[in-house]
Structures are given as C-alpha cells and as structure tokens.
C-alpha cells in the first residue's frame, strides 16, 4: 500500500505543542486558497472530569462536533462515540471520493495505533493518491512508522514545516493561487 509516491506527513508532537491549533488554521487556510481538505481535527488533548467534552473539527463542512459519550458513572471517564465517530469517518470517505485535496487525522492515537480509529480513511486516502497529514504524538511515532512501513515524511509541529511539505505535494487547480501566498512566504 505504501511506496515512495505516497504523500504521508506525520505531524509528530510532544506535551508543549499544539497541534490543534495550527491544524485547525492550516485548513481553513487550505478553504480559503481554494482546495478541498476533508478531515477531523481534535480540539484539546482529551476529555476532563470537569468538562466531560471532547470536541472535533470536521472538514470539509468545518463544524464543529462532540465525539464522546459520558457514561453516567463518573469514575470510568469518558469514552469515544464510536458510532458518531464512524459517522464522522464516513463523510470524510465521501469526500476523499469526490474531491478532497487533503485528508486531515488528528490524532493517530492509541484506536489508530491499535489499527483501529480511523486508519481505514489513511488507506483510503494513500490508495486515492490523496495526500494526507496526521498529528501524532511522538510517544505514537513508532506504531505509525511501522504501519506506513516507513513512508512517510515527519514533520516538527510548527506552520513553516507544515507550508514546505504542502507545497510540494499540492495538486490541482488552486495549487499555482497557495504557492503565491503561503508556499512564497515560506520559501
């Protein structure tokens, strides 16, 4: 599944970043040149005992969506949704599909790690020829490299890394309109 054409970045990250963030930003900035990315993005690092919510970005509609179900006692914490989540994973095949220019995961986490979560849509993406970028924390790094059998890029978590790798794989109509604004800044 994997070879030197694949176009797979690992955003790796440690406890002082914020990968959501520059995600987050990152494709609203993708919308805005005119490309299509599709992807959930994970807001926050996890759910608390305070605030029991674990919210997601999904592109490409850009809302933003609760994936967790609180169960009603408090000490077993909070646990993904999974069927929401399979919801969630199931536009974004739609949109890989039809016209997705990037495909967003965040996180490759321990479901992914696992081989479970949403590895299926990183298949999907890399057998559509799709590029796509996945934060994953560096204690995850490892398990990601054995799945992409080594082929992928790794990234620091900081915006001009994340400009320079997308220039160089960006397709389509609105690549020439990026690399005017961001791809010419980062250079």
């Known amino acids: 599944m994997f070879d030197a054409q694949c176009d797979f970045a690992a955003?790796?990250?440690?406890?002082?970043d914020r990968p959501d963030s520059l995600l987050v930003d990152f494709a609203r900035d993708l919308r805005r040149s005119g490309f299509h990315p599709a992807g959930i993005i994970q807001l926050g690092r996890n759910c608390q005992l305070i605030d029991?919510?674990?919210?997601v970005v999904v592109f490409p509609r850009d809302e933003v969506v609760a994936v967790i179900h609180v169960p009603a006692c408090k000490s077993t914490g909070c646990r993904l949704d999974t069927r929401h989540l399979a919801s969630v994973a199931t536009e974004i095949?739609?949109?890989v599909q039809k016209d997705a220019d990037l495909v967003i995961i965040n996180r490759f986490g321990k479901l992914e790690a696992e081989g479970q979560g949403l590895i299926a849509l990183i298949k999907?993406?890399?057998?559509?020829e799709v590029p796509v970028l996945a934060a994953v924390p560096v204690r995850h790094f490892a398990k990601l490299l054995k799945f992409s059998a080594g082929m992928n890029v790794r990234l620091p978590c900081c915006r001009p890394a994340l400009d320079r790798w997308w220039c160089s794989v960006a397709r389509g109509p609105a690549t020439r309109k990026y690399m005017n604004t961001f791809c010419e800044i980062a250079k």
């Open 124 to 128: 999907q993406a890399v057998s559509a």
């Open 93 to 95: 095949a739609t949109a």
């Open 52 to 55: 029991r919510r674990l919210d």
């Open 11 to 16: 955003l790796v990250y440690g406890e002082e």
